[in-house]
């Protein structure tokens, strides 16, 4: 069961690594719900929310981490137990070029996640299901005003009622962003490892068994 969780966790971010590039064309639609506001003379990053993403970003690299962290909770979290929401959320989020791919990979994902650990089938049956991701730390790979690549170091607990004892899976997924009209969209992702505790290398009796994005990292305080 173990591994089959690991697989759900990282699933999507193998399959959405196919999407191969395209010319950028206008950005996706949808119904917007503002978020709640800033004090007067400070930005809000993810200032407003479509299909329960938030989006509306700055050009620089608050912007493009805040918009990493936000893609990568989303991906990871309750959205992912109902199919068609989480169909909508990915092709929000998404970059014009990457919408049919990510859109065909979100399926692929909610299918694998409901035949794998069957999350969606018991929360969809009433049963309690919790499913959730908590940035934790985050790294800056690339940064232009066109394209951005961040590291997110993530936790994502999973827990079903009778079914699931609590879960906990870490995951370092690499972001590739792309800088669309006046927004963060994501093109495509990396999962860089995953595991009960991720690290560069395997720990020895020579080295440390902390894993290095708690050190190397930034701590995500949000925001």
């Given amino acids: 069961m173990a591994i089959v969780i690991l697989l759900s966790v990282a699933g999507l971010a193998f399959l959405v690594g196919r999407a191969a590039a395209a010319p950028v064309a206008a950005g996706p639609t949808g119904a917007a719900v503002p978020s709640p506001s800033a004090t007067p003379g400070q930005s809000v990053e993810g200032g407003h929310v479509v299909d ?3 989006l509306g970003y700055t050009d620089d690299q608050r912007g493009a981490v805040a918009a990493a962290t936000a893609f990568a909770t989303a991906l990871s979290g309750p959205l992912a137990l109902t199919p068609d929401a ?9 970059a014009p070029n990457a919408v049919a791919h990510l859109a065909e990979a979100a399926d692929q994902q909610t ?5 794998s650990a069957h999350l969606p089938s018991l929360a969809a049956a009433g049963v309690p299901v919790t499913l959730r991701c908590v940035a934790l730390s ?10 951005a690549s961040v590291r997110v170091w993530s936790v994502t607990f999973m827990a079903a009622g009778g079914h699931l004892v609590t879960t906990a899976v870490w995951a370092t997924i690499e972001y590739r962003l792309l800088w669309v009209g006046s ?7 990396q999962v860089i490892d995953v595991g009960w505790a991720p690290a560069s290398v395997q720990p020895t009796p020579a080295t440390s068994d ?3 994005q708690l050190h190397e ?3 995500y305080l949000g925001g």
């Fill in 86 to 94: 989480y169909r909508r959320a990915v092709t929000a989020m998404a």
């Fill in 52 to 54: 329960g993403v938030p």
């Fill in 183 to 189: 927004d963060w969209r994501l093109e495509r992702s």
């Fill in 217 to 219: 990292y930034r701590e």
């Fill in 111 to 115: 299918t694998f996640l409901d035949s």
């Fill in 138 to 147: 985050y790294q800056v790979e690339a940064l232009t005003a066109l394209n």
């Fill in 210 to 212: 902390m894993p290095g």
